[in-house]
């Protein structure tokens, strides 16, 4: 699977919107890029996946360049319970599969 | 409906002994996975499971470590003779281990077992 780069850290005010990027420039067409974040002490909850096209649900959109070498996570309205560690994950298709964890973005919503 | 739970949430164990840590997977779900988290680090890699037997356990460091999952739900990993450096966020993950060709499912999360090794 496609090794990814994150910034280390990230700040957004609440109730703006949190734009977290990450670089996946080594993805093959089969991969997918995948989204999970974990709030301090609960383990990892997914948030979005997504293959080329813009997707989007009731928790975040996620923007994939045409080149399909990069991405960025949008919480469009921040809250302090966004504050959590993002982690950007390429997975190539299949049932299941084990997920290969970065160290993530540290996001911290402030008032 | 119950996620998936793991006991116990805390354990505390002295250098050289065995433990064994619990997860009861989302009921259905075939696939169950095992994760380590140390701290500052994301979680690493352990084992998967699909039903009962172990699909992939290529991130086992060693042969101290151990899982089962004789009936196909409820899962235990075995440490034994544990070492100070083992200590760490244990986190089981389920899926459903139903899908096709298309994108890898979604796995849910424990709260995970915090195991320190003193």
């Not at chain 2, 380590?36 to 699909?50: A, H, T, V």
């Not at chain 2, 060693?62 to 440490?79: C, H, M, Q, Y």
Request: net charge neutral; charged share 20%.
């Amino acid at each position: 699977d496609a090794k990814t780069t994150q910034p280390p850290s990230m700040d957004c005010a609440e109730g703006r919107a949190a734009n977290l990027p990450c670089n996946h420039s080594t993805i093959s067409g089969n991969e997918y890029v995948y989204w999970y974040r974990q709030i301090h002490s609960q383990g990892p909850q997914y948030i979005i996946h997504g293959l080329k096209n813009n997707e989007t649900n009731e928790m975040a959109s996620l923007i994939i360049t045409e080149d399909r070498k990069s991405s960025t996570l949008i919480l469009p309205h921040a809250t302090l319970r966004d504050t959590a560690v993002y982690y950007c994950i390429v997975i190539r298709t299949g049932t299941a599969s084990k997920l290969t964890f970065g160290t993530g973005t540290r996001l911290q919503v402030t008032l | 409906g119950a996620g998936v739970s793991q006991t116990p949430s805390n354990k505390v164990t002295e250098k050289g002994k065995y433990v064994e840590l619990r997860c009861d997977p989302i009921s259905g779900h075939t696939a169950l996975y095992w994760y380590r988290q140390s701290l500052g680090q994301g979680p690493e890699f352990l084992i998967y499971f699909q039903g009962t037997g172990a699909a992939d356990d290529s991130g086992l460091p060693n042969d101290r470590f151990f899982a089962v999952r004789p009936e196909g739900s409820v899962s235990t990993l075995k440490i034994q003779r544990t070492e100070r450096g083992d200590s760490a966020v244990y986190l089981c993950a389920s899926s459903s281990g139903r899908g096709g060709r298309g994108p890898t499912e979604e796995q849910f999360f424990g709260p995970g077992t915090r195991l320190t090794v003193l």
